[in-house]
C-alpha cells in the first residue's frame, strides 16, 4: 500500500515472453485484479525485429470482453473470425467485441520485409452482465477521428469515454475512461473524482505525484472517488484508464466471464473445434494445460 494521499495502489509489471517478444503486463495483478472496466493492460515493446521477423499471434479465442489495440509506433495485421483483415496503425483504434465468441490472430504488417519497430498498449474490458453474450464485432477508428486537444502543458488524446468535453467516437459498453497523455516537462494533467475507478500508467519518462516521482512502467491507482494530478519530471507519457467496475470477473487464458460454467464452456468448445476460425489461417494456439 502506498502511503501517498493520493494513491492508493501502486503496481508494476510482470514481464511475460510472448516468443517474438516481451510484453510488461500490469493488469491483472494479485493485489489488483482490475481497474472500472478494464481488466488486462499488456504494455508492448518497444521492440525492434530485423527483416523477416516480428509478432506472430497464431488464432486464438476471448470471450466476455472487448479488446482495445493502440500503438504508439510499427503495425500489427489483424484477422478474425468475421472474416475482418485490419491493419493496425498508430495512433488508431482497434475495438474488437468477443462477446458470446470471436478467433483472432495478430500478425506482422506491410513492414514485414524491414527493420521494423512495436511499441504499444493491448487492453481488455470486461463486458456488462447483461452485454456478455452480444454477437462479436469489430470496429476500427482512425487516429484522424479521435478528439486531441492540448492543457496545461500536455496533448490529450480521447480514446474512450468522455474528458474535459472532449468525447471520443470509440463505442463504450460502460463507464469509461481511456486517455493518451503525452506531456511537455513541467506539463500537469489533473484528473478529478468524477471516475469510480481510474489510474495513471507511466509509458516513458517520469511523472511525479504527491511529490514522489513514477517512472515507465509504474501504474499509480486512484482511491475510489479520489483525485490525481502528475506533473512531468521530464518528457513523459502516460495512459489513464477507469470507469465503473462491471462486477467480479473469472479470467482463464483469454476467457473473461461472470461465470465459472461459462468459462468451462468455452474451454470445452475450443478443444473440441466449436468456435468458428480465421478464414486463411489454419494454425491454432492450443487450450493450455
Same mark, same amino acid.
Given at each position: 500500500?502506498?502511503?501517498?494521499?493520493?494513491?492508493d495502489l501502486v503496481l508494476r509489471p510482470r514481464e511475460r515472453d510472448l516468443g517474438e517478444f516481451t510484453v510488461r503486463r500490469v493488469l491483472p495483478a494479485a493485489r489488483r485484479r !482490475? *481497474? /472500472?472496466p478494464f481488466v488486462f493492460f499488456d504494455h508492448m515493446g518497444p521492440a525492434e525485429f530485423p527483416p523477416g521477423k516480428g509478432i506472430a499471434v497464431r488464432p486464438h479465442p476471448?470471450? /466476455?470482453? !472487448?479488446?482495445?489495440?493502440?500503438?504508439?509506433?510499427?503495425? %500489427?495485421?489483424?484477422r478474425d473470425s468475421l472474416g475482418v483483415t485490419q491493419p493496425i496503425e498508430a495512433g488508431a483504434i482497434n475495438l474488437m467485441t468477443a462477446g458470446r465468441g470471436? *478467433?483472432? #490472430?495478430?500478425?506482422?504488417g506491410d513492414d514485414l520485409d524491414t527493420t521494423s519497430r512495436l511499441h504499444g498498449i493491448q487492453s481488455w474490458i470486461a463486458l456488462p452482465d447483461d452485454q456478455e453474450e452480444i454477437e462479436p464485432a469489430f470496429e476500427h477508428i482512425p487516429a484522424s477521428e479521435l478528439p486531441e486537444f492540448g492543457r496545461d502543458g500536455c496533448t490529450i488524446r480521447v480514446i474512450m469515454g468522455?474528458?474535459?468535453g472532449r468525447t471520443s467516437p470509440v463505442p463504450t459498453y460502460s463507464e469509461t475512461l481511456y486517455l493518451d497523455v503525452v506531456m511537455k516537462g513541467g506539463g500537469t494533467i489533473a484528473l478529478p473524482a468524477d471516475w469510480a475507478e481510474f489510474a495513471v500508467y507511466v509509458v516513458e519518462g517520469s511523472v511525479a505525484i504527491d511529490g514522489e516521482d513514477f517512472e515507465s512502467g509504474a501504474m499509480a491507482i486512484a482511491p475510489g472517488k479520489g483525485s490525481?494530478?502528475?506533473? !512531468? #519530471?521530464?518528457d513523459s507519457r502516460v495512459?489513464?484508464?477507469? /470507469?465503473? #467496475?462491471?462486477?467480479?470477473?473469472?479470467i482463464y487464458w483469454n476467457f473473461v466471464s461472470s461465470s465459472e460454467a461459462r468459462i468451462e464452456q468455452a474451454k470445452n468448445d475450443w478443444r473440441e473445434g466449436r468456435f468458428e476460425m480465421v478464414p /486463411?489461417?489454419?494454425?491454432? %494456439?492450443?487450450?493450455?494445460?
Open positions: 500500500m502506498s502511503n501517498l494521499r493520493n494513491v !482490475a *481497474v /472500472g476471448h470471450i /466476455g470482453i !472487448a479488446t482495445i489495440t493502440y500503438l504508439f509506433e510499427g503495425q %500489427i495485421m489483424h470471436i *478467433v483472432h #490472430s495478430e500478425r506482422a468522455e474528458c474535459l490525481l494530478s502528475a506533473t !512531468a #519530471s521530464d495512459m489513464v484508464i477507469g /470507469g465503473d #467496475s462491471v462486477g467480479e470477473r473469472h /486463411g489461417d489454419d494454425e491454432f %494456439i492450443p487450450l493450455p494445460d
